[in-house]
């Protein structure tokens, strides 16, 4: 086995540990070379291939403050890294709810995803969707809403979400129909303005409280 | 029991001291003593006064039919110590013979007890050489052995219990094998398997043959007791048959009360664990698979595979009754097919290409549903497959198991023919949002939808075959008017006894009650 430098360190939020968080190690010309996913108290070790030196790190945070966090390797004491979303800006609840007055079958999914946070560059923020090993992701994550809404912690910046409910006959029954899937075909926010739609879902500004309400609508499946 | 026989009267000479008629009183002491010290006190007695082992000679005007009279009454009450005075009169050639008058073994040990006690050695000889005749010798060795055998048990000495065993005859065999408990049964079995095994070949058969019964005797006492601890343990000491018989004539109250322990005491992969949950699924499977006719005219099939005296055939492309083709089929026609079933599990995956076919990854952001199931299922990657059940079911899992209402997957049932039919459709909202990359990342000039089908045979608790299925659209755009044709390509199929891990895994995560499957 080769010998390879580990880094060690931890993901926090106002000192606590963020669990579930998936830090990326970065090469100089920022390729992902190594990744690991945080523990329960926000700790993590990333351990390069031999002779890859990680410049950066990159946490992209699911645990109960959803967001993003990055430093160099180098900053922490005693060859411990400590990665604050604090750093780069507060939390705020943000609360996403449909105005749907039918019962749907299933809860929609909502993903979410940042789009730009405190003051890390754009083009750190694009490694939200970096890919690592096959996967390639469109959000920073998908969670299911509970009772037509979902309440999520989120740091401050301008954020994307997508709601949607997608179906599809796997299991058929002979005389299945067409299945349905729900998208949304509107979103506003508390005072009721309807927010920038963008790549099938919308925008939204997150620097308090914040609340939006969205739509969705039936829309049949084809088959072929 | 004494017995008396025609004898010649003994023989004496007029110089011979006549015979007393009753034991001097020394005598009496001596067996007053034995009452009250025991037999040791007076042995000891006996060694430091030597002159108690002569008796007086009896009295002159006794005769030889006297003689015989006061032996014989003296046998006849079962007071050895005055047989064995007066028996010492008699010439030694006689002796023997009128020893060998008492037929009764016991009776003769003690008359030697009594005479050996009193200083008669010469009686003594002569009884010891009556006993070592027949039938006496055979008797004292069975009483020997009796005892050792006893003894060995007492002591738990196993080996020496079998080896003794093995001594006596066959029906001794299976009386003295009768007599044990089950532990003791199971400890004899223990031995005929272990290094004295060729040893003791003779009790391999009658112990494993008692263990059995007597394990199945205490299985009904335990279960009609309601000792249920007891039961458990004792249900999974049996064979194969004998579990799979006794668990399905569990009634629903004592499987109920059984259930419990068998799944906190045993691992699922465990024979009994499995016996006891598809025991209770008994009334599901009841009506599990009603009769339906599948109304498919089946496309391309496979040659069949011979499973469970039937045939197995996997088709690409049938179709049904409104004309739709593009299903997929698997198929078991033989006997017993109405205790056949179908479980099918599915992994999704959604890879995305460049314009020059290089692969962009795999499409993991969405969570999806299938119409007509609850579970919410992720999409996986080549190497990271998601896996789900797949069925309507919505306490069942078998592949045409119903969903609340009436619903189930395309089948058709019969007492001759288990099949299911499969057309999945390609879910857009996936295809969409693969194409829909953010303004930084490459474009998407094709997204390539895979659906993994494992379709296992169960027959009964048995996983019997596996079969696979690939179901392929190729979609480049996400806008088209037309959903891609979809090619459907049969993959490995063959005999199987388990479910894969992650399959079983997706099983219990939807339908955590059924848990019969043989699986690794």
């Known amino acids: 086995m080769s010998e390879v430098a580990e880094v060690r360190g931890r993901v926090t939020y106002e000192s606590q540990g963020q669990p579930d968080a998936e830090v990326l190690a970065l090469d100089a010309a920022g390729g992902v070379v190594a990744s690991a ?97 096959e996967a390639a992701q469109s959000a920073l994550e998908s969670r299911a809403m509970s009772g037509g809404a979902i309440d999520r912690q989120v740091q401050a910046g301008r954020w994307w979400f997508r709601v949607d409910l997608a179906e599809a006959w796997e299991a058929r029954p002979i005389d299945a129909g067409e299945s349905t899937t729900w998208i949304s075909d509107g979103a506003w926010d508390e005072q009721g303005t309807p927010l920038q739609a963008l790549r099938g879902g919308y925008e939204v500004e997150v620097n308090g409280p914040t609340r939006v309400r969205v739509h969705l609508s039936p829309v049949k499946q084809a088959s072929d | ?289 009603p009769a339906v006719a599948g109304g498919m005219t089946i496309g391309s099939a496979s040659p069949g595979a011979a499973v469970a005296g039937g045939t197995v055939t996997t088709s690409a492309n049938d179709t049904d009754s409104s004309g739709t083709s593009g ?50 299922r992720h999409w996986g990657t080549a190497s990271e497959p998601y896996w789900t059940v797949d069925t309507l079911g919505a306490s069942l899992p078998f592949y045409d198991s119903p969903d609340t209402g009436s619903s189930r997957g395309a089948s058709a049932s019969s007492a001759t023919q288990q099949a299911m039919y499969d057309r999945p459709d390609p879910n857009q909202s996936v295809v969409a949002d693969a194409f829909d990359t953010w303004f930084w990342q490459t474009d998407v000039a094709k997204v390539v939808m895979r659906y993994h089908f494992v379709d296992y045979l169960v027959h009964g608790r048995e996983v019997v075959y596996k079969s696979s299925m690939d179901v392929v659209w190729s979609f480049t755009s996400a806008t088209a008017a037309t959903t891609p044709a979809r090619t459907n390509t049969p993959g490995p199929a063959g005999p199987a006894a388990k479910l894969t891990a992650p399959h079983y895994a997706a099983l219990r995560r939807r339908f955590p009650d059924w848990r019969y499957f043989g699986h690794e």
Not at chain 2, 158 to 167: D, F, G, N, R, S
Not at chain 2, 330 to 347: H, I, K, R, V
């Open chain 1, 37 to 133: 996913t945080t523990g329960p108290d926000g700790s993590f070790v990333l351990r390069p291939p031999e002779g890859i030196e990680p410049a950066q790190l990159f946490a992209r945070c699911r645990g109960p403050i959803a967001g993003v966090v990055t430093d160099s390797v180098n900053s922490g004491a005693a060859g411990e890294v400590e990665l604050r979303m604090d750093a780069h800006g507060k939390a705020w609840p943000l609360e996403i709810r449909l105005t749907n007055e039918e019962r749907l079958e299933h809860d929609p999914f909502v993903r979410l995803l940042p789009l730009a946070v405190g003051d890390i560059a754009p083009e750190t923020m694009r490694l939200v969707l970096a890919t690592v090993g």
């Open chain 2, 1 to 289: 029991m004494y017995r008396r026989e025609n004898r010649s009267p003994p023989k004496r000479t007029e110089t011979e001291p006549a015979q007393k008629a009753s034991p001097p009183p020394e005598v009496a002491e001596v067996i007053a003593l034995q009452h009250s010290a025991g037999n040791r006190a007076v042995a000891r007695s006996l060694g430091q006064a030597n002159s108690l082992a002569r008796q007086p000679a009896p009295a002159p005007t006794e005769t030889p039919a006297d003689l015989d009279v006061r032996y014989h009454l003296a046998i006849s009450h079962g007071d050895w110590a005055e047989a064995a005075n007066l028996l010492d009169i008699y010439p030694p050639e006689e002796m023997e013979q009128l020893a060998a008058e008492v037929t009764d073994t016991d009776q003769l040990v003690q008359f030697q007890f009594m005479a050996n006690l009193g200083g008669r050695y010469r009686v003594g000889e002569a009884i010891a050489a009556v006993l070592s005749r027949p039938p006496h010798a055979e008797h004292i060795r069975i009483q020997r052995l009796e005892h050792d055998w006893n003894t060995a048990r007492s002591t738990e000495d196993w080996y020496e219990l079998a080896k003794l065993t093995c001594t006596f005859s066959d029906a001794d065999i299976e009386k003295h094998l009768a007599m044990l408990h089950l532990p003791e049964l199971q400890e004899l079995v223990t031995e005929t398997k272990g290094p004295h095994a060729a040893e003791l070949l003779r009790l391999t058969e009658p112990a494993e043959r008692n263990r059995a019964r007597k394990h199945l005797e205490m299985c009904r006492f335990a279960i009609d007791n309601s000792q249920w601890l007891y039961a458990v343990t004792l249900l999974n000491g049996l064979s194969d048959s004998d579990q799979e018989t006794w668990v399905a004539g569990l009634t629903d109250p004592q499987v109920t009360a059984i259930a419990p322990l068998v799944y906190t005491m045993f691992p699922d992969q465990d024979r009994l664990y499995s016996r006891v949950n598809f025991r209770q699924h008994k009334t599901d499977l009841a009506s599990a698979h």
């Open chain 2, 327 to 376: 299903w997929f089929g698997q198929d078991y026609s033989g006997p017993d097919a109405t205790n056949m079933g179908w479980l099918q599990f599915l992994a999704r995956e959604a890879e995305k290409f460049d314009a020059d076919g290089n692969s962009l990854g795999f499409d993991t952001s969405m969570v999806t549903h299938a119409a007509g199931q609850a579970e919410p």
